[in-house]
C-alpha cells in the first residue's frame, strides 16, 4: 500500500470547495462560521442526506466496531448531537462521553438534549489530555475539517494504547450511471426539496455544500492510505450501497 509523502498533506488534505469560504488561509473560522450559520436546518439536512437511515446506520457502524459499555469515547465534531446519543446509548450506563466541537451553535443545540461535556474545539488541535480515550469518532465530519492529517495526528495522541479511531463518511463513485444519478438526486433534487420544506435559502446552501464536500472528497482508497500513514494499525473499511463507508483502525499498544 502506497502512502502519501508527509509534503503532500497539506495540499491534499485541504478543503476543495473554497467558494464557501472567506479565504484559505483562515479556513478554521470560516468553517465554524459556515456551522454556526446552518445550524438550525442540520439534522433535516442529515436526515435527507441519510435517506432516514441515518441513526440506524450510525448505531450498527458503533456495535461493529467494538463500542459497548463501560468505555471512554471522544466524538470530534460532534455536531448536534447525532452520533453522540447513540454512542451514550451504547456505553451507558459506565462509560464515558465527550463531545468536541468547533461550533458554538452546534454545541448550543446538542446542549439541550445531551447531559455530556461538551467542548469548543478543533479537530486538529484537541483540547484533551494524551491517551484519555478508548475510542475516538468522527462521523461525517473528516471532510469538512481544515486538515485531516493534523485531526489524524491528534486522534492518535488522545487515544490510548490499543485504542481505536472509527470514521463515518459518505463518498461516490468516481465515474458511471451511479454517480450520474447521485449528482441529480443529491446534488440538485434535494437541495431543492429542503428549500421547499424549510423555505429557507440557507438549507438549501448547506445541503449544496454537503454534495459538493462529498463529490469532491478523496476516494475510501486513498482514505486507508492516509490513515495507515498516521502509524494506525489494522486500518480497515466496510461500505454500504457503495455510499456509506466505515473506516477503522487501531493505535498500537507500543509505539
Known sequence: MSTPERSDRTRDA??????????????????????????????????????????WYRRRCLRRSGVKSGTTVIDIAVGTGLLAREIKRIIEPDGSLVGIDLSEAMLRKAQKSLRIPLIQGSAEQLPIASASADILTLGYALRHLDNMHLALDEARRVLKPGGKLILIEMSVPATGMLRAFHTIAIGKVLPFISYLLTRDKRARRLMSYHWETISTYP?????????????????????????????????????
Open 219 to 255: 476516494s475510501p482508497e486513498t482514505l486507508v492510505s492516509y490513515i495507515a500513514s498516521h502509524s494506525f494499525r489494522d486500518v480497515r473499511h466496510e461500505t454500504e450501497f457503495r455510499i456509506f463507508h466505515l473506516f477503522t483502525a487501531q493505535k498500537p499498544e507500543k509505539d
Open 14 to 55: 485541504v478543503h476543495t470547495v473554497d467558494r464557501y469560504y472567506r479565504k484559505r488561509a483562515d479556513l478554521g473560522t470560516s468553517s465554524r462560521a459556515l456551522f454556526n450559520k446552518f445550524a438550525s436546518h442540520y439534522n433535516l439536512i442529515n436526515l435527507l442526506f441519510s435517506l432516514g437511515s441515518g441513526s
